[in-house]
């Protein structure tokens, strides 16, 4: 069973400081992967894609892909609090069009 | 535009009664999935389509079944229901499988086993 592991927090950090989330991932052969936001009650929605090793920013958040170690993370900027949420990790399966899942990281963001 | 409607939002079942979750999606998506998110927990891949006429299990597939007639529809069918199988389903679609673009999630339907 190939797996996406994430520490669950919750991890609580002050206003304005930087949030970093961290996932690894068992298939060695992925090369697609993806950080998901989750509100409690609501749907996951896509905030960062990448594909390619190294990092890939998009206005406060910072993706970075390293595939040699197996492990990916988000990095938030001037965390806020409305970026109070789960995230959600997701690789897509190397062998298949299965898009796998870690357990998500609750982040708190306190003023 | 409706992107991924689900049906229903809510319900409540008593064990070994039998049902389906409808989604349906109108963005002309190849690619369909079904997961299940426990309280606290990530989502677990149930099944997954490619298109119509083909579907493969994904990681947590036991006591469940799905059917592709359509481009359109990726119905799940839960039977004999088990108090197990308490969570909040998601269907999601997607145009390239994963490879390159986002899945479109629907908004969830609550299921509770009694």
């Known amino acids: 069973q190939k797996e996406v592991e994430q520490n669950s927090g919750p991890l609580s950090v002050p206003e304005g400081a930087i949030a970093s989330l961290n996932c690894t991932y068992s298939?060695?052969?992925?090369?697609?992967f993806f950080w998901y936001r989750q509100y409690s009650g609501k749907s996951p929605e896509l905030i960062m894609s990448?594909?390619?090793?190294g990092d890939k920013e998009d206005g406060r958040f910072t993706a970075q892909l390293n595939k040699a170690s197996q492990y990916v993370s988000l990095l938030i900027r001037d965390s806020q609090p409305s970026d109070s949420a789960t995230y959600l990790c997701?690789?897509?399966?190397?062998?298949?069009?299965?898009?796998?899942f870690g357990s998500g990281t609750r982040l708190s963001i306190r003023p | 535009n409706a992107g991924v409607t689900q049906t229903p939002k809510f319900r409540i079942l008593k064990i070994g009664q039998s049902m389906t979750l409808q989604c349906t999606q109108d963005?002309?998506?190849?690619?369909m999935y079904w997961y299940r998110q426990d309280p606290g927990m990530g989502l677990k891949l149930i099944y997954y389509s490619v298109g119509a006429g083909i579907t493969d299990k994904g990681e947590v597939p036991n006591g469940y079944n799905v059917s592709r007639s359509t481009t359109e529809d990726f119905p799940l069918r839960l039977e004999l229901a088990a108090p197990s199988q308490t969570s909040v389903y998601f269907c999601?679609?997607?145009?390239?499988?994963?490879?390159?673009?986002?899945?479109?999630f629907g908004e969830g339907s609550r299921l509770t086993v009694l």
């Open positions: 990448i594909y390619s090793n």
């Open positions: 963005m002309n998506h190849n690619y």
């Open positions: 999601a679609s997607t145009p390239s499988g994963g490879a390159t673009g986002e899945l479109f």
């Open positions: 298939d060695r052969g992925s090369q697609s």
């Open positions: 997701a690789v897509k399966d190397s062998s298949a069009s299965k898009i796998i």
